[in-house]
């Protein structure tokens, strides 16, 4: 068990050494996951969200109040400046991904993956700041577990789900690929 707890904190410092060009800030909630001990990480699932209560679409608390509402988190959300804010630790099973299925046909994806929310909404387009931050904690994450999969949340559940929306996902597979970072698959953009 102490080995374990160990690894754990290790993986998080590294991670917080790696992403030095962008904040990473623990904001942990307590909705929306289960906690595990152990879980084999292979996949990543990059979504949208943004405040639809009112105001502020990009109102980070009030997102949040709507992740509670509908039972819902994942483990990172990048606000518009590029601060990427971690809601669950890695080890739990974050609920994030729904009724869906990778491009293989294999099902369970929350609890072999990481869920990361860009705040973006159908209109606006992300942001630069936020382009380098998910490319910085994507490779990150690659780094550190056996990625197989960086999907988007509408490839793994094409008809129920849109997101991320307005992004350009071959510029993401593109700065991933300048970095050396090949997971098993690429999902070709639409």
Request: overall charge positive; charged content about 25%; aromatic content about 8%.
């Amino acid at each position: 068990m102490k080995k374990r707890k160990a690894s754990i904190i290790l993986i998080v410092c590294t991670l917080l050494f790696t992403l030095t060009a962008q904040q990473l800030i623990p904001k942990p909630v307590t909705f929306g996951f289960r906690k595990t001990e152990t879980r084999h990480i292979d996949v990543v699932v990059v979504h949208s969200t943004y405040n639809a209560s009112g105001g502020d679409h990009w109102d980070l608390t009030k997102i949040l109040s709507q992740f509670r509402r509908y039972g819902v988190a994942a483990h990172y959300i990048i606000d518009r400046s590029g601060t990427i804010y971690q809601l669950v630790d890695d080890t739990n099973i974050a609920y994030h991904a729904g009724k869906s299925k990778l491009p293989d046909g294999t099902s369970g994806i929350n609890s072999r993956s990481l869920g990361i929310e860009l705040i973006n909404d159908t209109v606006e387009h992300p942001t630069e700041e936020q382009y380098v931050a998910l490319t910085d904690l994507l490779v990150s994450l690659c780094t550190h577990y056996p990625m197989k999969h960086i999907v988007r949340h509408s490839d793994i559940a094409p008809g129920r789900k849109t997101d991320p929306w307005n992004t350009d996902w071959e510029r993401v597979m593109r700065e991933l690929s300048g970095r050396d970072i090949q997971p098993g698959i690429t999902v070709k953009d639409r």
